[in-house]
């Protein structure tokens, strides 16, 4: 018989439905029935894109055995960590103050109300290796329960209040200075892996964050740190494994220090953040490698996470094909190689992409990630042939790859709509629009945004919420979670920027307002999700720890670009209510996190960018005037990170020139363009060349 989850809209909940686990959803239902039966719940959180979880599925979940033993004793209860990412960060921060474990699938045991009384990650289906097996553990919980049932509800309510503790903490009274942005860029540079690029050794993630910090920070003040920092990193990513080198995108995070081996998993979060990074790497040094990584991650996107019939992105790709293999579909034998290519294709692809020898996939040891290992030059002079000539063959050798196993079975692509991962990526493409000129990334971009408003934004409470809506490509759903908000307010605004469409513009501010009505803390920072989410009856009492997202985990923190948005709006607007907001929540979060800037760097970009304010770019002239479009473009397109947009045609109704310009602006008839820091402006630009020129030389102070 089924159970409870064959019509989720979770791929991951569906994809259990089978299973002789008497699942539920969360919801009443199940915490209901535990109530009533006075049972412990047992709580799985995990991801269809998760290898990990698709191991359990296989070793535990499917085991007729261990089911009868969770049915028994247990209420199972099933999360898919996407579409529920409040559930996940409550569960996963008491899981890890407990065991000092955390990740995918999360395994915790919950009293009927919802708190945590045990938890860990993956467990071995039998004990082995000093690890107990699930059997035992199961077992064991379900025993402590029973005959302990006081100890495991006191212990539960002792760990919910230090965690509600943590989660009401108050704001500093320590000043924003520079200080607090140097300790946290310094930390930084200190987990610098010189020799492999990234920070830390294994496992690496790609830390899109610190490395948008240090391009601003290189952009302030010319060290050659910050840029060795970034391009070293970025070179050793692109080169590695944890690049498809046929397919282009990145998977989610490498196994070893050097890039080499992955896990397989595609998100639309981190290629999202990643293509900022390449674009805006390729804008401050003119590498076109780093051009041609962001190209890929483009083709990747568009070509198999982009919803063509609708538009917007979808969430994911899986690592996997089946429950059995790991990364197959990526990886290749060296005779799966030489069934596709000719002798001299076939021995340029080895020497260039490391397909000799021993593989790297220990589950198969045949098997190759592909990384390039040699350039063609050095591969030419090994094979005796020309470099131009090497480069001709591996393009076309990788071609016929590419067309191969597109052959094979691919993994399962999530077809859900996020609106905050939604808002990540159109944020990203438009970027590359802007600074590779692919105007296509900027249509779909522009494509995606107006389905997620027309399908998940409410200017005003109806259907019982407000804002955008999580999950864009299903009805109903969680609603009110702040990073949705902010995402989505801030690819708003770059679109404004990018069109001058003041309907975009007008929705970011009813989005913000939402958010400062309904998200503020009354100490400074904003809250994960909205008061009256937190509020619903429906909502057992795990759920009650308040969170405030400072940390990039994974996706940039919902309180930095909470910040991003808000000063964007105050050098917009020249309201000073939003840098006053902006002021509140860095003086809430700032101050104890510089010891955490790996982890919290997109907080001390904000920081930094409120500290000292980007150029306010502005436009003057008829917004239909060729000149005008000229000007528009080359402000886009140059590159200071932060940088702020906006064309100001005086025949527009309501239309204000910011005060700055307009003290310096003359009353002059051609369209000219006003590049301007907080305090002072350039002399006016008047063709594309000489905007350029300005914007690149203006207002730069070094920092000490």
């Not at 045991?109 to 199961?138: C, I, N, W, Y």
């Not at 520079?178 to 540079?189: C, K, Q, R, T, Y």
């Not at 397109?637 to 005086?650: K, L, T």
């Amino acid at each position: 018989m089924p159970n409870h989850l064959a019509s989720s809209t979770s791929a991951y909940l569906r994809s259990a439905a089978h299973q002789p686990v008497e699942w539920y959803p969360w919801g009443a239902e199940a915490f209901a029935r535990a109530r009533a039966e006075d049972k412990p719940i047992l709580l799985d959180i995990g991801a269809v894109w998760c290898h990990w979880c698709h191991v359990i599925d296989r070793e535990s979940y499917e085991s007729p055995e261990i089911a009868q033993i969770i049915n028994a004793h247990f209420i199972p209860v099933q999360v898919d960590r996407d579409e529920r990412p409040d559930i996940d960060i409550r569960y996963q921060n008491a899981v890890s103050a407990i065991s000092s474990q955390g990740g995918w699938p999360l395994t915790a045991a919950l009293t009927p109300d919802g708190k945590v009384f045990f938890g860990g990650t993956d467990f071995p289906p039998e004990s082995a290796m000093g690890r107990p097996g699930f059997r035992q553990v199961l077992l064991a919980v379900a025993e402590f329960y029973r005959t302990k049932r006081e100890q495991a509800h006191a212990y539960a309510g002792e760990l919910f209040q230090a965690l509600h503790r943590l989660g009401t903490a108050q704001s500093s009274e320590d000043l924003l200075t520079p200080a607090l942005v140097h300790e946290a860029v310094a930390g930084i540079e200190r987990q610098f892996d010189m020799q492999n690029g990234g920070f830390g050794g294994a496992p690496k993630f790609p830390h899109s964050g610190a490395i948008e910090l240090l391009l601003r920070r290189h952009d302030r003040t010319r060290g050659p740190q910050a840029l060795l920092i970034v391009t070293r990193t970025l070179e050793k990513m692109g080169r590695g494994g944890m690049y498809d080198q046929l397919g282009g995108g990145f998977h989610r995070y490498s196994v070893d220090a050097s890039w080499t081996v992955p896990h397989f998993e595609k998100m639309l979060y981190d290629n999202s953040e990643i293509l900022r990074n390449y674009v805006h790497a390729y804008q401050a040094t003119g590498a076109a490698f780093f051009g041609e990584i962001a190209g890929g991650i483009l083709g990747y996107v568009m070509g198999t996470l982009m919803d063509h019939a609708h538009g917007g992105f979808y969430a994911s790709q899986d690592a996997d094909q089946t429950l059995d293999d790991d990364g197959d579909y990526y990886t290749w034998t060296e005779e799966e190689a030489a069934a596709v290519l000719p002798a001299d294709d076939l021995a340029a692809i080895r020497k260039a992409y490391g397909l000799e020898g021993p593989g790297q996939m220990h589950h198969d040891p045949r098997r190759h990630v592909l990384f390039v290992d040699k350039d063609p030059d050095v591969v030419g002079a090994l094979l005796e042939r020309p470099a131009p000539e090497v480069r001709d063959i591996l393009t076309r050798a990788r071609q016929r790859l590419l067309d191969a196993r597109g052959r094979r079975r691919p993994p399962f692509v999530d077809p859900n709509v996020y609106a905050g991962w939604n808002g990540m990526m159109i944020s990203a493409f438009l970027a590359a629009a802007r600074g590779l000129g692919r105007m296509d990334a900027g249509d779909a971009a522009l494509r995606a945004l107006d389905r997620v408003v027309r399908e998940a934004y409410r200017a005003r409470e109806a259907d019982g919420w407000r804002g955008f809506r999580h999950l864009v490509s299903a009805p109903g759903g969680v609603s009110g979670l702040l990073d949705d908000q902010v995402q989505m307010a801030r690819a708003l605004l770059d679109a404004f920027e990018q069109t001058g469409d003041p309907r975009y513009f007008r929705i970011a501010e009813e989005t913000m307002a939402y958010v400062l009505d309904e998200f503020s803390a009354s100490w400074g920072g904003f809250y994960d999700v909205a008061r009256s989410t937190a509020a619903d009856a429906q909502r057992p009492a795990g759920l009650g720890m308040p969170y405030i997202p400072v940390q990039d985990s994974p996706t940039p923190a919902g309180n930095a670009v909470a910040v991003l948005v808000l000063d964007r709006l105050a050098v917009l607007t020249g309201e000073a209510r939003y840098r006053d907001a902006a002021e509140r929540a860095l003086r809430a979060c700032a101050p104890g996190n510089a010891g955490h800037g790996l982890f919290a760097a997109t907080l001390f970009l904000a920081l930094d960018l409120h500290l000292d304010p980007p150029l306010h770019i502005v436009v003057v002239g008829p917004r239909n005037d060729p000149r005008v479009e000229a000007l528009r473009r080359a402000a886009l397109g140059a590159y200071r990170p932060g940088a702020v947009v906006q064309v100001h045609d005086p025949s527009e109704a309501g239309s204000q020139l910011p005060p700055l310009v307009r003290a310096v602006s003359g009353g002059a008839s051609a369209p000219q363009a006003f590049v301007c820091s907080a305090t002072a402006c350039a002399p006016p630009a008047s063709t594309p060349e000489a905007l350029r020129e300005t914007i690149t030389a203006f207002g730069r102070i070094p920092v000490g």
